[in-house]
């Protein structure tokens, strides 16, 4: 089986002090991922289900098309980065789950997969999450005080 090519495969999940709606919006927005995710340096919408994104990966420049291939409202979201504009060199794969929580709160699970071995993904996904989480809930946060303050 030396022949098979390595897979990196790692997964994560953390509970966002947000309702599981503002949660999804928030991560549909793939264009503000340099926000949360370090390895993202730019992204440009090309429609709703396609962006162009250039990123880092083990210290190397890479840009490629993100696609999202199947959304389950406030439920799941898939997809897949391919190098490239157009070609079909795959590069990675995501699902990310949400589970709404009794307290309004969110449960989202990330989970990532490359065919290149990526130094320290299991870190990386856990760091790209708690950035998440503080975005959302800094977001959520203003919103709350905003009025008040009016």
């Known amino acids: 089986m030396s022949g098979e090519p390595k897979m ?9 002090k ?8 928030r991560c549909l927005r793939f264009e503000d991922s ?9 992204v440009e919408k090309l429609d709703a289900n396609h962006f162009s994104m250039a990123v880092t990966c083990n210290g190397k420049r890479m840009e490629g098309l993100l696609e999202i291939m199947l959304r389950v409202p406030e439920r799941r979201l898939t997809w897949r980065l391919v ?19 009794s307290d309004r ?22 760091q790209y999450l708690r ?7 800094d977001r959520a946060r203003r919103k709350r005080v905003a009025p008040r303050e009016a």
Request: proline share 4%; hydrophobic share 35%; with cysteine.
């Open 34 to 42: 340099p926000q949360f995710i370090t390895a993202v340096k730019e």
């Open 83 to 101: 190098a490239g504009k157009s070609r079909c060199d795959h590069v990675a794969t995501g699902v990310t789950s949400f589970t709404s929580q």
């Open 8 to 16: 990196s495969t790692a997964q994560g999940s953390i509970l966002v």
């Open 131 to 137: 950035n998440f989480k503080r975005l959302v809930e």
């Open 105 to 126: 709160s969110t449960r989202v699970h990330l989970k990532v997969s490359s065919p290149t071995v990526v130094d320290d993904l299991s870190d990386r996904v856990h």
């Open 18 to 25: 947000a309702p599981i709606g503002s949660v999804y919006r």
